[in-house]
């Protein structure tokens, strides 16, 4: 049930982390048309959803502004193409992200360089949904493979691969005597 008078796309960021509360929801990936791009259809038809939640934390010290964060947490399954065996496998995804808000661009940009933790300029809604959809895209591997693929390989790069790890280059019995002359 989707909470009364809570818009996720529109979320105020401001008055969301002073209140400190934690909200959460499920959103449809097939909205999220930049996620589409990289990902693939599940072979049921279905693009699957990423569940959500969003925690707000003020945090005031004396004598300073008070600090503005929210901490994104976000799963979802997408369907990929093995980069390996180039069949579809399903790859989980987890996001858990806080953020710091700062007013300001220019401080958002200084303090992002200069802090372990990731800050940007704190706006008067946040879309939410965009956000997830970024920090998925950030979260999708580089090159998608099976920890095994169902089917086995045949192909002979593989196996000469396989085999070079194990094979040692034979020491040159020349090299070997002039290091223990070198060493005595
Ligand atoms: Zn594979």
Redesign the pocket.
Known sequence: MKPSGFDPTRLEVAAFTKAGTTREGVLPLAGMGRLAGSTQVAADGSAGDVTWSVQGLWKQSAGAAPEMRIRLVAHATVHLT??????P?AQDLGVDRTIRFVPGEDQAEQLDEELEEDVLALPRTLDLAELIEDELILALPIVP??V????PLTSVGEVDADLSETEEAPANPFAVLAALRKGS
Not at 82 to 87: D, H, S, T
Not at 148 to 151: G, K, L, M
């Open positions: 093995c980069q390996r065996c180039l069949q496998m493979m099976h095994a693929c169902p089917q």
